[in-house]
């Protein structure tokens, strides 16, 4: 097992790594192909019913319904075959996604780019959750996304009832006793609910890699979020008054959009650039040929809740539960403050990989949170430019002095 974990641990930051030279200024006519065939929106991984383009690419995907014990229905995409390995006894992996996400954001770079491919092609079964809210996840056995109390969550619920309900069908479809889970942004801020709140979670997870966990956030450099931060309250009163729960998914609008506008070289891409940097900050990193396919996917869909959550957390500088204000607190927890998550449990050996340009998770953030794990260890990426999305949609970065930084760690 220790072999498993230090080829995860020394493998993801080369999967990060993988010069992409080739694409600065064309789009990659075959991947358009495959997703609009396959990883549409309306048919995301139904491979099955793509026989022709199984063979031609070699992978078998499927996707799977998880209902939580709450009542949420998720679709999971799994990629459990590749045609680059021949491994007969797969370790499962899980990757959990971002805010606004959705399961396609570890295929969008493509067959040899996207990490779910790279960990499919390494011998890994690779499951890609899909939270609620999100495009793939807005199903209820008792509710529909019109009902408000429909998307009366956050992050929270996520790590408490997503990620462990994902955990257990993974390990009982693939007959493994544990599971490796690999994060991004808030999929890492769910992770660590799961871990501290679900703690017999702990004994069901070989060990996690969290690239940018949205842990703590107090010095983020996000001026958006600074800005609206200390009226989170504000915020969920306004929204809630004018009967606004979520954030919806890009329509078929701006799907065509994107497509079309956000094409290297088109006098609007521009406009494309700015909106992402909005978000995830100035970024000489991301592979800007993808935006018009990740604008077919993202925004992929959230609730409020988790925004407001979210700028709880930098107003608080603490990783806290949702903030009701004082009677739901006291309702809620018994105490006028919400309590903190006790990050002190989490015993399972936890990686985390950050970077020192990342407007979202500060590096001295990132530090605190390394401090407050009793079992962590900390991978800064070595390179002034790379940002937040690189972790999922970045070019390059120097391939050989991060295989350097962990080849020695297990």
């Not at 599971?179 to 808030?186: D, E, G, L, N």
């Not at 949205?214 to 600074?226: C, E, G, H, I, Y």
């Not at 800007?288 to 608080?316: C, E, K, R, W």
Request: aromatic letters at 12%; one cysteine or more.
């Amino acid at each position: 097992m220790l072999k498993i974990s230090y080829i995860l641990f020394c493998i993801l930051p080369l999967i990060l790594a993988i010069p992409f030279t080739e694409q600065e200024n064309e789009l990659n006519e075959n991947l358009y192909s495959i997703f609009d065939k396959v990883l549409s929106p309306q048919n995301m991984l139904q491979l099955h019913q793509n026989d022709e383009l199984i063979r031609k690419e070699g992978y078998t995907a499927e996707t799977h319904q998880i209902v939580t014990e709450d009542r949420y229905i998720l679709d999971v995409h799994r990629i459990s075959e590749s045609p680059k390995s021949s491994t007969k006894n797969k370790p499962p992996v899980l990757l959990v996604h971002g805010v606004f996400d959705c399961s396609a954001t570890w295929l969008i770079p493509g067959p040899g780019k996207g990490l779910g491919f790279l960990l499919a092609d390494l011998g890994y079964d690779v499951w890609m959750i899909n939270v609620r809210g999100n495009r793939y996840a807005r199903e209820h056995l008792d509710m529909n996304i019109l009902d408000k109390n429909y998307w009366n969550f956050s992050w929270h619920e996520i790590g408490v009832y997503d990620i462990p309900a994902t955990i257990d069908y993974v390990l009982e479809k693939t007959n493994k006793e544990k599971i490796f889970i690999i994060s991004h942004s808030q999929g890492g801020s769910a992770f660590f609910v799961t871990a501290s709140e679900r703690p017999e979670y702990q004994n069901k997870i070989i060990a996690s890699f969290s690239m940018a966990p949205a842990v703590f956030m107090s010095r983020t450099n996000n001026p958006l979020f600074k800005i609206l931060a200390p009226f989170s309250n504000d915020i969920k009163y306004l929204t809630k008054l004018i009967g606004m729960y979520e954030f919806k998914p890009t329509n078929k609008l701006i799907q065509m959009l994107g497509k079309k506008l956000c094409k290297e070289g088109e006098l609007l891409q521009p406009i494309c650039q700015n909106i992402v940097f909005l978000f995830g900050g100035i970024d000489k990193e991301l592979n800007m040929t993808l935006l018009p396919l990740i604008t077919q996917y993202d925004p992929a869909g959230s609730s409020v809740n988790q925004f407001v959550h979210f700028a709880q957390l930098i107003h608080s500088g603490k990783f806290r539960k949702y903030d009701y204000g004082i009677i739901g607190n006291l309702k809620k927890y018994g105490k006028i403050q919400p309590p903190d998550y006790e990050l002190a449990k989490i015993k399972i050996p936890v990686h985390l990989y950050y970077a020192a340009n990342d407007m979202f998770i500060n590096v001295e953030d990132l530090n605190d949170l390394y401090k407050a794990l009793p079992n962590a260890q900390k991978f800064l990426v070595p390179s002034n430019t790379f940002a937040h999305l690189d972790f999922v949609w970045g070019k390059h970065v120097d391939v050989l002095r991060i295989y350097k930084s962990f080849k020695n760690q297990y």
